[in-house]
């Protein structure tokens, strides 16, 4: 028996234990409940709400964004799906009755497929709405997909990508969050190559890893120890029935999970104490602000294994990309042929995953861009998340992208080619 299956078996086995508890938990909060306002009812209710929380099954949560304010007028957002494909949808934030004169850039955004679903973007995507036309990749939970869809590899994810840009036509400026920014480079680069009309008028790539040899991080250098064939071994599973996806193999998101919080455990146990004080206490503002940032992160999904290995493979063991081997399908990804679509690339000073250096690599790959349209911004005092999520992205980090959005906003149709030049890019580090 595998791992996955004796995972879903005990979530099974809890499942009557977690209806008790959660069951109690709203019997001990009842206003008319005695025990409700003594500090034991406040301690056994705490107890029970901990105890589901903590083995309960996150789902999908919701992107939530039903207003944004566009020139000072407010406007309902509907969220329609614009392109469905099986393992990805492309979901727009589509602003009721805005005026057809107003002409917003189209923004895409790029979810990174690395466990986490797309709504981990949300507050990237509400900075991005009052200004622009916002498009995002809303990948699908493998254990979901039936096996007839096929196989999700790497190339596959550029082949996305390119599909996504097509589908909304000139003038799209990409925005890739970590992960996507290898294969996104790599689809701005078959299409400038292929000289297609609709290649996008800019890129961002933030926090991504361009080239790990660069200040590689715990993350780079486990790949590097283990190398490929134990990450096959040791994460790889298939998913058992009665899932629609039985039988697809994947990187399952339990597993995800327990790495992630594998790197931060000491402050993820704090935090669990410190909500079971806030319920004793009665502090919901405090014990809100953990279920609603909870509720997201330990929200996870399964990864196409073929995606998993082969980016393992190309970007952190082989490095093909800075190297310029990386092949799509049977064709070399050229980097230089990228003339047409402006280039920012932004890091954080205190990433622990995507390591300095890593993503302003591509700076120095796109070497057909000329100097004015390359751009680079390190971020002080920010983590990785921090690169796109935060008080700090929403006031230093964004404005600078609007600018550089707003600055090459120019159908890509219409933009010449740029001979190529020696001149080093435009490299910005906060105060």
Sequence with gaps: MQLYELYEMNYAALSPFRAFADAANTALKNPLNPLANTTMGRTVSAACELFERTT??????EFGLKTTNVEGVAYNIVERVVMKQPFCELLHFEKENLPEATQLPK????????????????????????DH??????WQDARTVSIAAGAFDLDSYI??????????GTGVHVIAVCQPSVPVL????????????????????????????????????????KGLAWFEKNVIMKVPFPNDGFMRDVYPGFLQLSGFMSLNMERHVNAHKDFFKYLVKGDGDSAEKHRDFYDEYLAVMDMPAEFYLQTIDTVFIKHSLPLGTMMHRDEKVDLTAITRTALFTIEGENDDITGGGQTEAAQGLCSGLAADMKQHYMQKDVGHYGVFN??????EIYPRIRSFISAHDVDAAQKPVIRKTKAKHLRIVAA
């Design 186 to 225: 790599a689809a701005v680069a078959m299409m400038n190559a292929h000289k297609k009309a609709c290649a996008p008028a800019s890129m961002t790539l933030m926090g991504g890893p361009i080239d790990t040899r660069n200040s590689p991080t715990a993350v780079n250098k486990l790949a590097q120890e």
């Design 159 to 168: 082949d996305y990508v390119e599909s996504m840009i097509e589908t909304l």
């Design 133 to 138: 036309d916002v498009y995002i990749t809303d």
């Design 56 to 61: 309960r099954r996150y789902g999908k949560p």
């Design 107 to 130: 923004v895409l955004i790029v979810a990174p497929m690395s466990g986490h679903y797309a709504t981990l973007l949300r507050g990237t995507v509400e900075a991005f709405l009052p």
């Design 390 to 395: 935060g008080s700090r992205f929403r006031k």
